[in-house]
């Protein structure tokens, strides 16, 4: 009588499929599956430029977890902020790595947040556009003033001061600066490809 004996522990939980919508976005081709500390920065300020965009933007990344399947890698509003907080200049840094699969997740959502918000993108660039070439105060605009406003306030409650990536940015021209080519990138997400080439830029240097 044979008796077949599985390779698998009991107790080991099965690995869970990568989502569909991830297989998208080309695998980086750096050692192991964490991301570089650069790449945790950037994804975070793109969230953060959301945040400043629209009100209740938090709920709305849980939102799309759910729909587009990745609730088992974005399950909670504690585990997203674990995520974010790989970010090397945040106030309650997080000391592990942000992994190959949770960067996906985040790119993918943050594109998806930033078509639905792509004509309030533009609006704004074209209004910055505008007073910029006219040598007009931004704060001039209300809509555009109201954002930057926000940014900075996200920006100076959530990162830590003594870190060299926030004295870099310790004045307000500076956040403004940050926070209108955030803008940029974010319509850059929306354009054809808009997601793997965004993707593909976080480990520009790193491959």
């Given at each position: ?36 500390r650069t790449t945790s920065l950037q994804i975070d300020l793109m969230l953060l430029a959301i945040e400043a965009l629209e009100l209740g933007s938090s709920e709305a990344i849980l939102t799309f977890a759910q729909e587009l399947d990745l609730k ?136």
């Amino acid at each position: 009588m044979s008796v077949s004996a599985s390779l698998t522990p009991a107790n080991s939980p099965a690995p869970q499929p990568m989502p569909m919508i991830l297989d998208s976005l080309p695998e980086p081709g750096i050692e192991g599956q964490v991301c570089p500390r650069t790449t945790s920065l950037q994804i975070d300020l793109m969230l953060l430029a959301i945040e400043a965009l629209e009100l209740g933007s938090s709920e709305a990344i849980l939102t799309f977890a759910q729909e587009l399947d990745l609730k088992g890698i974005i399950k909670n509003r504690v585990n997203l902020w674990r995520m974010r907080g790989t970010n090397p200049i945040r106030r309650a840094h997080i000391r592990r790595p942000l992994t190959i699969m949770e960067a996906k997740a985040l790119v993918v959502i943050t594109c998806y947040i930033a078509r639905r918000l792509t004509v309030v993108i533009r609006q704004l660039l074209t209004i910055y556009q505008q007073l910029y070439e006219k040598q007009i105060p931004l704060e001039q605009n209300l809509r555009l003033a109201n954002y930057l406003e926000r940014f900075r306030s996200h920006f100076k409650s959530r990162m830590n001061p003594r870190r060299s990536g926030f004295m870099a940015l310790s004045s307000d021209e500076k956040l403004d600066e940050l926070a209108i080519s955030l803008l940029g990138k974010l319509l850059f997400c929306t354009g054809t490809a808009g997601m793997q080439r965004f993707w593909i830029s976080l480990f520009d240097g790193e491959v």
